[in-house]
């Protein structure tokens, strides 16, 4: 059974850092794209990045550029994003999300078909 659980959301104060966790389970996560969305209270979900399953990263977020980075442990089977700078606008719900279909990737506007179940991350000012 495909899995994915998100972790490591929290409070947070403006300019700080958090690490989440994407742990998959059910499937080998270094073959495919793992991707993080968010979604802020009363917004549509929104992409951040992406890491491909040959380690290339994908912003679909210019917000993130330079504040956030992905990676992955394959070992582990997990995908981490490392969130610095942090500021109140990236409050929000985020959840990783894989598609599992041949010839997947990054692409933005791909349809993402396994998703978790999100951690909240709250940023106050």
């Known amino acids: 059974q495909v899995q994915l659980v998100e972790s490591g959301g929290g409070l947070v104060q403006s300019g700080g850092s958090l690490r989440l966790s994407c742990a998959a389970s059910g499937f080998l996560s270094d073959y495919y794209p793992i991707a993080w969305f968010r979604q802020a209270p009363g917004k549509e979900r929104e992409g951040v990045l992406c890491?491909?399953?040959?380690?290339?990263?994908?912003y679909y977020s210019d917000s993130a550029q330079g504040r956030f980075t992905i990676s992955r442990v394959n070992v582990k089977n997990t995908v981490y994003l490392q969130m610095d700078s942090l500021k109140p606008d990236d409050t929000a719900v985020y959840y990783c999300?894989?598609?599992?279909?041949?010839?997947?990737?990054?692409?933005?506007?791909?349809?993402?078909?396994?998703w978790g179940k999100g951690t909240l991350v709250t940023v106050s000012s």
């Open positions: 890491i491909s399953s040959s380690g290339i990263t994908t």
């Open positions: 999300a894989t598609d599992l279909g041949f010839g997947s990737s990054c692409q933005k506007g791909n349809n993402m078909e396994h």
